[in-house]
């Protein structure tokens, strides 16, 4: 098992993608990511079928994901032994009330995987409650896992990030149930009962019978400015390449034109 610290600056001024999960992940050519470094997270898996690619880097934060796609994260570990995990070594799961569950009691401990420290990010003046100052020792937790890939690239001295499919634009389907509508989380776990997710560039990505939390686009948003605020003023510069969407914190390119 790896310790983070042994991540940092491995692909100094290197560039780096991060690709997310947004519907415009399936309108972008990810086989030109295939000689790059490249993050991904959470239930990126379903668009190999339709790609060569395969990331560098996988993360995944969330206390619902790693628990509905434990035997998938499992089995991605095994496979690609080249790429290298990332995960949290606790997270609060969604009983009531929550409890600590250890993620390194669920997920592989191999070579290829690491489990780092967290503390909850916190909006303030400071950016760096929104993004970690000492990234060999703790990451910044917080609305959206990307945040974490973020954090990740620039312990490993990448320079300069290109997001893409990071949409940031969400909808509740209208037969979206609560999963644990008794508790008193602002955060519910939602579950649809088929594969209709308009959020993500599959269907199937939070189709049926899979566990997903409620996004705030907003906190989303106060988090990437805090976070663009900490990485402007460390040298490293973010540039959004999704195609479409509506995150507009970062400057905007177009991701054919950086081949």
Known sequence: MFETKSSKDQFKNQRAFIVGNGPSLAFTDLDKLNQEISLGSNGVALVFEKTKWRPTVYSCIDSAVLVDRMEEINGLILELTESQFYFPKQVWNDSNPPEILKVEEIIYQRKNTTFFDTIPHQITNNAFTSFSPELEKYLVTGTTVTVTLI?????????????????????????????????????????????????????????????????????????????????????????????????????????????
Not at 169 to 180: C, G, L, Q, S
Not at 241 to 257: H, M, Y
Request: hydrophobic residues 35%; charged residues 30%; negative net charge.
């Open 151 to 259: 954090q990740l690239a620039v312990l490993m001295g990448c320079n300069p990030i290109y997001l893409v499919g990071c949409d940031s634009h969400y909808v509740i389907p209208e037969n979206a149930r609560e999963k644990n509508a008794d508790t008193d989380r602002v955060d519910k776990v939602l579950v649809l009962d088929e594969d209709n997710d308009p959020n993500h560039f599959d269907p199937r990505y939070f189709g049926k019978d899979r566990l997903w939390h409620t996004p705030n686009v907003h906190l989303m948003i106060q988090q990437y400015e805090k976070v663009k605020e900490a990485c402007d003023q460390r040298g490293f510069e973010i540039y959004n390449a999704t195609i479409g969407g509506k995150l507009e914190v970062f400057p905007r390119v177009k991701f054919d034109s950086l081949f």
